[in-house]
């Protein structure tokens, strides 16, 4: 019989005892955490559900909607680049006209 591993085994559950208390309390901290994510995962399915929550409802994004709707390419292009050097809103100045989309 080998004495060094016996000492090993042993040392190996004195470790597993001394630290089961930290080991429980990370599990639970990963169940909490993973209960969590799941609670709120489904706010965050797709990127165009997370985008949509800034205006939805709003009369302009009723208005983009169907524009984008209708698009080719080159107008989808057009308008994401739009998008993203106005983080999706109206210069503040902007105020829409009557009959004017």
Same mark, same amino acid.
């Given at each position: 019989?080998?004495?060094? @591993?016996? $000492?090993? &085994?042993?040392? /190996?559950?004195?470790?597993? =005892?001394? %630290? ?27 990127? @165009?559900? $997370?985008? &949509?929550?800034? /205006?939805?409802?709003?009369? =302009?994004? %009723? ?39």
């Amino acid at each position: 019989m080998n004495v060094g @591993a016996g $000492l090993r &085994a042993d040392a /190996g559950g004195e470790l597993k =005892r001394a %630290s089961a208390d930290e080991r429980v309390k990370f599990v639970r901290e990963i169940g909490r955490l993973r209960e969590k994510v799941q609670a709120v995962r489904e706010h965050y399915g797709s990127t @165009a559900q $997370l985008l &949509a929550r800034k /205006g939805l409802g709003s009369e =302009r994004r %009723s208005r983009l909607q169907q524009q984008v709707e209708k698009s080719g390419p080159a107008e989808l292009a057009s308008l994401a680049a739009f998008a993203a050097a106005t983080n999706g809103l109206p210069p503040v100045s902007w105020t829409p006209r009557k009959g004017v989309s």
